[in-house]
């Protein structure tokens, strides 16, 4: 049994053409409010490939201090915008139960970009799940166990999947290979958008 084979969940094709374009309109508009954020690795200050955003009361931050979710952009100090009501949609329908997701990250791979394996432990309630929205090219995605050197399986996402982790999936070991370039007409200057949607402090 796969370590983090109970507690992921893919739903391929999730979202149509139409609510995927919908999707990347109000991701723009985000955008537009809080610009992509070039994040930098904590102590070594090495840049990332994928530039980020967030939505949401709270949002995903890394720079030379450390990772942490806060209220604010770091560039221009502004409250994040709204987590679109589509994505609150898709968090009823696929984490019910669990409490409203206060942060949605937006990381956008230019063609080229990737992510390194990693675990996602910066949010305190780690009971609830993180359900991830692809839009754009196609990423060849790694997920593995909970310890680094645990096998890993790759799995192709593609612009409306939607992945949810929970369970013993939720402290997996994951990461981005690589963008297939070409494979999506959805961002007209191609690249990928990812979306994730996740509860960060507990109920009570
Ligand atoms: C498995 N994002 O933002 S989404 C991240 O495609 C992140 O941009 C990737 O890893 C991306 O932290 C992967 C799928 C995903 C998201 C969160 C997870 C997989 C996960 C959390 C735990 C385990
Ligand atoms: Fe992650």
């Not at 013993?168 to 290979?177: K, M, V």
Request: aromatic share 6%; net charge neutral.
């Amino acid at each position: 049994l796969h370590p983090s084979g109970n507690g992921l969940r893919f739903l391929p094709g999730y979202f149509d053409r139409q609510a995927q374009e919908s999707l990347v309109g109000e991701i723009r508009q985000a955008i537009a409010q809080a610009p992509l954020f070039q994040p930098v690795m904590p102590r070594t200050g090495k840049a990332f490939s994928v530039r980020m955003s967030n939505c949401g009361p709270l949002g995903w931050v890394s720079d030379i201090d450390g990772y942490r979710y806060q209220p604010h952009h770091p560039d221009s100090g502004r409250t994040w915008p709204p987590i679109p009501q589509r994505l609150l949609d898709l968090w009823e329908d696929v984490a019910a139960g669990a409490p409203e997701p206060e942060a949605c990250l937006i990381n956008f791979y230019a063609p080229g970009a990737r992510m390194g394996l990693h675990q996602d432990r910066d949010e305190e309630d780690l009971s609830a799940p993180v359900v991830s929205v692809s839009l754009g090219d196609t990423a060849v995605f790694r997920v593995g166990g909970t310890n680094r050197k645990d096998p890993t399986t790759s799995m192709k996402l593609a612009s409306g999947d939607v992945v949810v982790l929970g369970g013993n999936a939720r402290l997996a070991f994951h990461g981005i290979d690589r963008v297939l370039a070409g494979t999506s007409t959805l961002l007209a200057n191609g690249g990928r958008l990812n979306l994730t949607l996740r509860r960060v402090t507990p109920v009570r």
